[in-house]
């Protein structure tokens, strides 16, 4: 059995137990480059959640600093399938939806709203101006430019007869819920995800809300990272979903 699991730093178990956040940047796990540190994947919540499962876990989740975009995600998880790879479980912890991925040059570079990101000196002009439009409106439009776009994975999942189980790691889509989008323009409703999404439009089922009020710390006072007490959990959490509702091949 194998279960695949893709997300941000979140999902690759960052400073769980050790503060590198690639394996690269321990002189020990140089040469496996942007891994995941091995002593944080060991005790990540999708480690946990295969040894409960006895099943092999494949894990694409990179940390970077906790920008990884769901245009990454998406894309790796689409290549790894289109490979045919067909893992008898997904598992993807859905990042920010402000955070995006540019190919530059052959490179990709992940960018968010912070204005502190690292890009090559020509896309500098473009990455302040893409920061300075992340207005209200701005930020309403990519929640429901994602709320599509994971929905039409989700059926694209489907139609592969691939069980899988998302979440949200911090970001959500309860504004739908509540009626609290204002860009009238793009439709917008509750979709059916059958079983597969834990309640997208429920804050308090994100990752990051479900280990605060579970009363989890963070690693640090300026992390929003957890320790191995939250990721044991939180695969505990999952585990108890997949069983009842019956998400494995």
Known sequence: MIVYVNGDSHSAGAEAVNPHAFAEDDPLYWALGRQPHPDNLRVSYGCELANMLYAVLECAAESA?????NDRILRTTQEYLAND??????????????????????????????GTDTVPHELKTQYKEWVVMQDQPYREKRLLEWHTRIHNFHKELDELNIPHVFFNTYSHFAPIRTGQITVSSIPHKELD?????????????????????????????????????????????????????????
């Open 65 to 69: 600093a906790s920008n990884e975009s």
């Open 193 to 249: 995800w059958g079983n597969s999404y834990i309640d997208p439009y429920n804050p308090d089922l994100t990752y990051y809300n479900w280990c605060i009020q579970k009363g989890f710390k963070t690693v640090n006072p300026t992390s929003y990272h957890f320790g191995v007490d939250a990721h044991c959990a939180w695969a505990e959490f999952l585990y108890q979903r997949i069983v009842e509702k019956n998400l494995t091949a």
């Open 85 to 114: 790879s067909k893992p008898d479980l997904v598992v993807i912890g859905w990042s920010t939806w402000e955070r995006e991925e540019w190919l530059h040059n052959g490179i990709y570079y992940q960018v968010t709203a912070s």
